[in-house]
């Protein structure tokens, strides 16, 4: 028998999940697959998501995976290109750019007119990464327009508090964009996935939906999204289990003791596979259907789960250490880490089984 983890992939949890995030507001949606598609496989997602509005990567690399394996449609890079061999590329391959630095206007001056040129162009508005900062913002459009003067040119900013839709730094925010061109009828772009849950006024012309198309709600203030479909099972097996006595120890660093006489099951996963090691004793795991706990420190190829109090657990049982029965945020949350960081951290040992409904 192969080694039992696996991750599967529900095509049409990701599709539907889309198209939820479509119904939001009146604009378009780009669905953002960076990252290997957050973990879930950058090529199959591509295709699975080929109807989409456009497609939306971090590189210029990942772009290129999407071209080859067939993808047609529009395509956003949203860090856009680094020196100009690239920058003819992504004119070439017809993808959309982002315009966040002036080394990217620069190389743009130099290019000869002619060709596919969509461009997105980035202002800051208090996120503190990419982009021009605001009050800058119309002297850039200018200058842009000046050097690519046949170029679709959408506007767009970045929210760093969407999550927590209450905050005031995301009315700041919006109102900073606001003003930036105010005057100029260009199409705009705001929200990622919390933005267009939460926050109606950031919804405009294309929102960019990347964690909700997983099924992953990222809002911090309890509001919750029973339309969105979790995408991922990862699950496994137990491969081993174990009676244990009171006092004695399980795992690296004999720092989890049971406190009773018990049992334990060793699962085949670990952190070699994307399990953040950093979850500690008392992270839920799901063993046959029903909840348990992780004991002991998490090791690159396995960790253990108390099966003290399920006598059915056998050798064999399945386990999921997330999906739809429990929330990758959970899991994350107990890591003190993020859903973002645990899906993109699934590593290539773990075999994605792709269905659909
Ligand atoms: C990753 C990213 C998104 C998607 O964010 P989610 O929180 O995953 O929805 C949107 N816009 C930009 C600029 C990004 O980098």
Redesign the pocket.
């Known amino acids: 028998m192969s080694r039992p983890l696996q991750a599967r992939v529900n095509l049409d949890a990701i599709r539907h999940n889309y198209q939820f995030a479509r119904s939001l507001g009146d604009g378009r949606t780009v669905a953002?697959i960076?990252a290997n598609a957050?973990g879930h496989g950058l090529a199959v997602v591509g295709e699975a998501l080929a109807g989409a509005d456009a497609l939306?990567v971090?590189t210029i690399e990942e772009a290129l995976v999407l071209r080859r394996t067939g993808v047609q449609g529009r395509l956003l890079v949203?860090e856009g290109v680094f020196d100009r061999a690239a920058l003819r590329e992504a004119i070439s391959q017809r993808l959309d750019i982002v315009i966040h630095s002036p080394y990217q206007l620069d190389m743009l001056a130099q290019e000869p007119e002619g060709g596919h040129l969509a461009l997105w162009l980035k202002i800051d508005t208090g996120m503190g990464r990419?982009g021009f900062s605001w009050p800058e913002a119309a002297a850039i459009y200018r200058r842009l327009r000046a050097v690519a003067p046949q170029a679709e040119i959408t506007l767009?900013t970045?929210l760093a508090c969407?999550d927590e839709p209450q905050r005031e730094c995301n009315e700041v925010q919006l109102q900073r964009f606001d003003s930036a061109l105010a005057g100029e009828a260009l199409a705009a772009s705001i929200a990622?996935?919390?933005a267009?849950l939460a926050l109606p006024g950031a919804r405009r012309d294309w929102n960019?939906?990347?964690?909700?198309l997983w099924g992953v709600n990222?809002r911090l203030d309890g509001i919750r999204h029973p339309e969105l479909r979790s995408s991922m099972e990862f699950e496994s097996r137990l491969i081993a289990e174990r009676q244990i006595g009171a006092g004695e120890s399980v795992g690296y660093g004999c720092d989890y003791h049971f406190p009773g006489p018990g049992r334990f099951g060793i699962v085949a996963c670990g952190y070699g596979d994307g399990y953040p090691r950093h979850a500690p004793s008392g992270t839920p795991v799901m063993v046959g259907g029903r909840k348990t706990q992780l004991v002991g420190r998490v090791s690159m190829d396995m960790l253990a789960v108390d099966l003290t109090h399920l006598p059915e657990a056998k050798i064999g049982a399945p386990v999921t250490l997330w999906g739809s029965a429990l929330p990758v945020a959970d899991v994350a949350a107990h890591a003190g880490t993020i859903a973002?960081e645990l899906l993109t951290g699934l590593t290539e040992r773990v075999p994605r089984i792709y269905e659909n409904d």
């Open positions: 953002i960076k957050y939306g971090a949203l990419l767009m970045h969407a990622n996935s919390a267009l960019r939906a990347g964690i909700m990222p973002y």
